[in-house]
């Protein structure tokens, strides 16, 4: 009896030895809870966090189980931004996602020296803006989401549904790099479609409520370059051209959703899901130095009920090449 009672005794000891590794093991292999950082510039890409958070939920990373999002909303302020985005850092993420140019550009500075990764998206020039070296061989610690010229093919789209079109706005922001470049590209396409390009710099909201209040005759369309300043500002633009009677053309189909003509471009939702295959492959262990900057699709956009608005009658060919959104 006291050789069964001993060998109980060390059974049970066994048993209980088993019980707390196997608990610490599965404490060790649980799963990863990843801490993404997001500053945005502009209102306007707040679709591509809503994309993002998708993108990464289809990936398998459950929000509150396997990542958590720290996000204080768009930062208009370029100084605040910085500020925001030393603030992420101090709390460690694993990852930065950045939307827009004035924000990758924020991001790139506060990780200089930490190198935490930074996937971005959307930003329109970002070997020109500074951002990487190489669109196949970022470099560094940054990679993320592009978009090839789009400018030439939706002015043409646009001279196509209106074949009339003369003069036409180009209100930009001057100091954002982006618009600049772009504006530098579209110039010789317009000469060549026989339109005149009118560049209206304004660099501020305050300018842009000016500009709208007292928004000048003579043009026959508005056409906002791709511009994080003057796409937070789409919808006052599409009112505008409501009330002139004037076809709006906006970089992104979300710019078209929300009164405008005719675009040729991207889905700034799409992008935030493209931008969330790249942080699933950094938290797999590749560097963003060597996964190449990607290039979303675009599309052509019409709102056939701002058509209708302002009457004009677009052909079923331009139509059948379109995504045609009707309210």
């Given at each position: 009896m006291k050789i069964l009672h001993r060998n109980s005794f060390i059974l049970i000891f066994i048993c209980l030895h088993l019980l707390l590794f196997a608990f610490a093991c599965d404490k060790q292999e649980g799963p990863k809870i990843y801490t993404i950082g997001v500053i945005n510039f502009s209102p306007a890409a707040e679709p591509a966090y809503e994309g993002f958070r998708q993108g990464m939920e289809e990936l398998g990373y459950g929000e509150g189980k396997h990542i958590r999002y720290l996000y204080r909303g768009h930062i208009a302020d370029k100084q605040e931004l910085a500020v925001e985005g030393k603030r992420l850092l101090a709390q460690k993420v694993d990852l930065i996602f950045s939307m827009s140019t004035p924000a990758s550009v924020v991001a790139k500075e506060v990780t200089a020296d930490a190198k935490t990764p930074v996937v971005f998206g959307p930003v329109s020039n970002p070997v020109a803006s500074g951002l990487v070296t190489n669109l196949k061989h970022p470099g560094g610690n940054l990679t993320g989401v592009t978009f090839s010229m789009q400018e030439p093919k939706r002015l043409e789209f646009l001279q196509a549904i209106m074949p009339s079109i003369q003069r036409i706005c180009f209100p930009y922001n001057s100091k954002d790099k982006s618009p600049t470049l772009n504006l530098e590209r579209l110039r010789p396409i317009a000469r060549k479609l026989g339109v005149e390009l009118v560049?209206?710099?304004?660099?501020?909201?305050?300018?842009i409520d000016t500009f709208l209040a007292h928004f000048p005759g003579g043009f026959d369309a508005i056409y906002l370059p791709t511009d994080s300043l003057m796409a937070s500002r789409t919808s006052d633009f599409a009112h505008i051209a409501l009330a002139h009677k004037i076809p709006l053309s906006p970089p992104q189909r979300e710019g078209v959703e929300?009164?405008?003509?005719?675009?040729?471009?991207?889905?700034?939702?799409?992008?935030?899901?493209?931008?969330?295959?790249?942080?699933?492959?950094?938290?797999?262990?590749?560097?963003?130095?060597?996964?190449?900057?990607?290039?979303?699709?675009?599309?052509a956009t019409i709102n056939q009920t701002t058509a209708k608005k302002i009457n004009i009658t677009i052909s079923d060919s331009i139509l059948r090449q379109a995504v045609v959104i009707r309210d």
């Open positions: 560049p209206i710099p304004l660099h501020n909201h305050q300018e929300a009164g405008g003509l005719v675009s040729y471009g991207f889905s700034i939702f799409e992008v935030g899901r493209q931008a969330a295959r790249l942080a699933d492959q950094i938290f797999r262990g590749i560097s963003p130095a060597d996964l190449p900057v990607e290039v979303t699709e675009f599309k």
